[in-house]
């Protein structure tokens, strides 16, 4: 809608001094209304003295929206100008540099400056630190903003980026200099009274200019308003489905629906943040990097064409016949043929037969065979990139119909002839070079009702996204070809007959879904008192000092002399539902977005799933007495966070009792390739991948036979620990047959490819290169054997109990579920150090008869099955033994007590009388399963609150630091 009329409404008459009388409209006549001031093409500049709910100005905004007339300042933009904060966040999530109020106080308060003083204070870095201090005159500046254009031409484009977020129609921004770029600081509306006799000229000349005032203020601001959309588009991609004409054409009408749409690369996955939704434009399929576009989309809860289901349905036509069959939608005669399948079956079909592979695609591994000797040739080939091929009978026509479907209607549709000469829309020519039928678009309204209700049916069965629909016509009935993800919208072909139309749906389609797209998790925050925040924000963003050895590389430590830990926890919410709060609480704790977080002593990684992060130890220590007290202090600051930003908390233990692991989803922010490999090759929407949390203990490796000693060591040690550590009863929200369910799911996860796992138990080496030959070369042959690996060819792929981590000179011990408290981590781990230092010497002198790997296997499961109760045969320990030769595992664990008594260091003791004391009374999963046992077999209801409870005491064991009272400790 063209905007006609510019009405700048005043308090004052005093105040329009200078403007046109057509123009100027006194607050009192705005409200009365009438004719002449109720056209719904007039842009309504509200100049009054105040906006504050109730007043004259704050009327004026409200009866302009009700008149269809566009207010600058609108309700909305008032509200945010009244509430600092809420505006600042909105320029900060904008991508506008600030320093916004609260972090502000807090410089303030670190300069030590008193408190009535409103100094800006910058923060620089100052032989080698950061400091606040308040900033010079050359640091600081300040603009007049007119309708979204700055006096100060450095300030043009901030101006105008600000005034899209929030529309006063005259602003002050105030601006300090740091770290190489100007800051905002302060955003103050400006009542034209106050306004010297200069400025008050230059806003008449605004005013008086309505393209100026069209162009940079009303039509830009309420662009930004509706929506902001991303388009994946690859200029370099052959076969995008969407020419770059095409692109400008769908810009032009989105901005005529006031709709910002903006074509982002491959490599811009960060900006993705930035927009309300996604459109790919991009050649799709799960190995695509568009692939990974849409699930990061799903997770930052942004709509998104194609969405990750409808690429993975429509990418493989084995499902979709599969699919299609089942629900009698009519279909060209289809077998699914193997190596195996007789020649006679596919001859059935008729020949000559098509043949195609389940993911090609742009008619290409696609032929039409007319003999069995043809049919051998091109299936061998195509036997030799997939398991299974489609045949299909084959139906000759002069063209396909093409019937594209969005949110369950008919967008457009059109008859793709075919290539001239041949049998299929694309044809190659003996040069290499392609040809195409034409393109024939038939009026949406037009096409066979038949044809386009049969596209209609089809499409349903996918989704409510973008489809295309390939069918053809048979003296029988139309039938359906195959359904496109993805499909082709070309300028002066697909939009032929129904011309902008097309585009202006998609647009509306995507404001549909925005405007219904819940609240995206973690975006408005739980606040506090605003004082109050800026000093958690501060306190905990302070780096926590060690008494560690202030080294990172533990090549030069001896085995034992020190160790790391890393403790894995999920976020969940007041409910105790798992949420995605990792990043936006590592935002908090870093002031900017990251995978990491460094607090000096303890720092923070992402994990594989978003909900779930790792604190670590970032230097190694030499008592792990310290661990404790840096690690529980990075929890309760972390936990602080979770607190007081989202009202959200962190669950320990190795397992959450009932979130659904198909709901998790990848961290997306960095390490991106690395993880979708896995995902490829693996099920990682299982618990397996999705819902396990761990204690690490890492330790130096030494000299190399001192690696070796400790490596056979822990496989001599391991299979005994879930008796001691499991803290994972239940899953899936029942109790569930295993002690230690996270380990139980742990021997399976990796099974696809067992070379990276074995049996958990480590095998046997004699030195580093019998390492590298038992371990990695297996491991690193089967990745080779299977397509794009290579992201994941590290030695990070070891999943065994104990791994060698030759990057850092350390072994990782990775068998220990997460306890209830730090407390309880650091003594598990400290016995584990002790005792495994005293095996280790026992094996390097040569005290030990190593027992059959197999005989350690089967000891290990069966701890992860019973627990403390499991019986094992533990040949190399000193432990009494029945008549069937077995021993009481809590005996085996007292034998391996007292060797590590015997180690242990001496400021580490009491953590030993700890161990000695959950192996009388059970490990953390056996008490859960006995506090839950009298409930079993009540209702859903009954059984869910108890275990409840339980996780909420658990919960509060963590945050305090201290062992579950109902552990009997």
Request: glycine share 6%; charged share 30%.
């Amino acid at each position: 809608m063209n905007r006609t009329r510019i009405l700048a409404v005043v308090s004052d008459p005093a105040d329009a001094r200078g403007l046109p009388a057509n123009v100027a409209v006194p607050a009192e006549r705005y409200l009365e209304g009438g004719a002449e001031l109720a056209d719904p093409r007039a842009l309504v500049v509200n100049l009054c003295r105040s906006w504050a709910y109730g007043s004259e100005g704050y009327y004026v905004s409200l009866l302009a929206d009700a008149r269809g007339q566009h207010a600058v300042p609108s309700v909305e933009e008032s509200e945010q100008l009244a509430k600092p904060n809420n505006l600042f966040r909105i320029l900060q999530e904008a991508g506008v540099p600030t320093v916004d109020p609260e972090e502000m106080a807090s410089r303030r308060r670190s300069a030590e400056l008193a408190e009535d003083d409103a100094a800006t204070v910058v923060r620089v870095c100052e032989e080698g630190a950061w400091v606040c201090r308040p900033a010079r005159e050359d640091e600081l500046a300040q603009t007049l903003v007119l309708l979204g254009g700055a006096e100060d031409a450095r300030f043009r484009n901030t101006a105008l980026y600000v005034y899209r977020e929030c529309s006063a129609p005259v602003m002050r921004l105030r601006l300090a200099r740091e770290e190489g770029e100007w800051k905002v600081t302060e955003v103050a509306a400006v009542p034209v009274h106050l306004l010297d006799e200069a400025e008050s000229a230059r806003l008449v000349e605004v005013l008086g200019d309505p393209r100026r005032v069209l162009r940079r203020g009303a039509q830009e601001a309420r662009e930004e308003r509706r929506a902001s959309i991303a388009v994946l588009h690859d200029a370099n991609d052959p076969f995008s489905p969407s020419s770059p004409e095409t692109l400008d054409r769908l810009e032009r009408v989105a901005a005529r629906m006031n709709v910002h749409l903006r074509r982002i690369g491959v490599d811009e996955m960060h900006k993705l943040p930035e927009y309300d939704a996604l459109f790919i434009r991009a050649l799709t399929g799960v190995s695509e990097p568009a692939f990974q576009f849409a699930l990061r989309a799903e997770a930052l809860g942004i709509p998104v064409v194609d969405d990750s289901q409808s690429i993975i349905r429509c990418g493989n036509k084995v499902f979709l016949e599969e699919l299609l069959r089942r629900e009698g939608i009519p279909t060209p005669r289809t077998r699914i043929v193997t190596r195996h399948t007789p020649w006679h079956d596919v001859a059935e079909l008729g020949l000559p037969v098509v043949i195609k592979l389940p993911d090609g695609s742009f008619s290409a591994a696609v032929h039409k065979v007319s003999s069995h000797d043809e049919f051998r040739r091109r299936a061998d080939e195509m036997f030799r990139r997939s398991p299974l091929i489609i045949a299909q009978e084959f139906l000759p026509t002069d063209y396909d119909w093409r019937v594209t479907v969005l949110d369950g209607r008919v967008l457009f549709a059109a008859r793709y002839h075919m290539a001239r000469g041949h049998w299929q829309i694309r044809a190659e020519t003996a040069a290499g070079k392609e040809r195409y039928g034409r393109v024939e678009a038939v009026a949406r309204d037009a096409a066979p009702p038949e044809v386009a209700g049969l596209a209609l049916r089809a499409a349903a069965l996918i989704g409510d996204g973008l489809y295309g629909v390939d069918l053809k016509e048979t003296p029988d009935g139309p039938v359906v070809i195959e359904i496109n993800d993805n499909p082709n919208l070309d300028v002066g072909y697909d939009d032929a007959a129904d011309g902008a139309v097309i585009y202006q749906d998609v647009i509306e389609f995507f404001l549909k879904r925005i405007e219904q797209a819940p609240e995206r998790e973690a975006a408005a925050p739980q606040r506090t008192d605003a004082e109050s925040e800026a000093v958690l924000l501060e306190k905990i963003r302070k780096p926590i000092a060690s008494a560690s050895t202030g080294q990172r590389d533990a090549r030069h430590f001896k085995p034992f002399e020190v160790a790391g830990m890393e403790l894995e926890y999920p976020t969940v919410d007041r409910d105790l539902n798992v949420v995605s709060l990792v990043e936006p609480a590592f935002k908090a704790l870093a002031g900017r977005g990251t995978s990491d977080v460094d607090l000096g002593a303890v720092g923070f990684s992402n994990e594989i799933a978003d909900h779930v992060f790792e604190v670590k130890t970032q230097a190694p220590v030499r008592s792990l007495l310290e661990a404790e007290r840096v690690l529980a202090e990075g929890v309760q600051r972390f936990s602080a966070v979770l607190r007081a930003e989202f009202g959200a908390r962190l669950l320990p233990t190795g397992m959450h009792p009932w979130f659904d692991p198909r709901k998790g989803k990848l961290w997306t922010r960095s390490g991106l390739r690395v993880y979708t490999t896995y995902a490829r090759l693996f099920d990682v929407r299982t618990h397996g991948w999705m819902n396990v949390q761990a204690s690490h203990l890492n330790l130096p490796l030494g000299r190399e036979v001192d690696a070796i000693a400790m490596h056979t060591a822990s496989a001599l040690l391991i299979p005994y620990l879930p008796a001691l550590a499991a803290s994972t009863p239940m899953y899936d929200g029942e109790l569930q047959p295993a002690a230690d369910g996270r380990l139980a799911w742990i021997l399976e996860h990796q099974a696809r490819i067992p070379e990276s796992c074995g049996e958990l138990v480590p095998e046997y080496v004699d030195s580093f290169a019998d390492y590298r030959k038992k371990i990695f070369a297996p491991m690193y042959a089967a990745l080779d054997r299977l397509p794009d690996t290579g992201a994941i060819r590290h030695e990070f792929f070891n999943a065994r109990g104990a791994v060698f981590k030759f990057s850092r000179r350390a072994m990782e011990v990775r068998v220990l579920d997460t306890q209830e408290c730090v407390r309880m981590d650091v003594a598990i781990a400290s016995f584990v150090r002790s005792a495994l230092k005293h095996l280790t010497g026992r094996v390097a002198d040569g005290k030990v008869d190593l027992p059959d790997h197999a005989v350690l296997v089967q000891d290990f499961r069966a701890c992860i099955r019973d627990g403390s109760r499991a019986r094992v045969h533990a040949p190399h320990l000193d432990a009494p033994r029945g008549p069937d030769g077995l021993c009481d595992v809590r005996d085996v664990l007292d034998a391996l007590l007292s060797s590590a008594r015997r180690s242990v260091r001496r400021d580490e003791a009491h953590y030993l009388d700890l161990v000695g004391r959950v192996i009388r009374t059970g490990t953390l999963s056996e008490r859960i399963r006995a506090e839950l046992a009298p409930v079993a077999d009540a209702d859903d209801e009954t059984f869910t609150e108890a275990a409840r409870r339980i996780y909420i005491e658990l919960i509060e064991c963590l945050e305090a630091n201290e062992p579950w009272a109902r552990r009997g400790l």
